[in-house]
């Protein structure tokens, strides 16, 4: 069984940083991919960053694009999320997640599969408050 436990979320404000960490056990590397999800209150969820394969290749959700980056140490078995220049559109609970099916996760397939309905492992949450 896959696990996965978030930590790091709290209240910053707006221009922080935070770095959301995500422990993950039960979970072999393979070409399985891990993501990072958000919702906002009254909000969807969505894919914000995902990371997979053997290159570790990323997908990011455009807005967060030079502001956040995903990277995983293996050997820690946790993936994070490092969150720069924080806004307040940015409030949410996160989520990491773990795809529990193998793909040739290229970029393209990360962005392609960076979403809720692919993933269904997933952690408790994170809640991220970014005041202005």
């Known amino acids: 069984q896959v696990q996965l436990v978030e930590s790091g979320g709290g209240l910053v404000q707006s221009g922080g940083s935070l770095r959301l960490s995500c422990a993950v056990s039960g979970f072999t590397s393979g070409f399985y991919a891990i993501g990072w999800f958000r919702q906002a209150p009254g909000k969807e969820r969505e894919g914000v960053s995902c990371?997979?394969?053997?290159?570790?290749?990323?997908f990011y959700l455009e807005s967060v694009k030079g502001r956040f980056t995903i990277t995983r140490d293996l050997a820690k078995h946790t993936v994070y999320l490092q969150m720069n220049s924080l806004k307040p559109e940015d409030t949410a609970v996160y989520y990491c997640a773990a795809e529990t099916t193998e793909y040739d996760f290229t970029s393209s397939v990360l962005g392609a599969r960076c979403k809720p309905s692919e993933y269904t492992n997933w952690g408790q949450g994170t809640r991220v408050i970014v005041s202005s």
């Open positions: 990371i997979g394969g053997e290159d570790d290749n990323t």
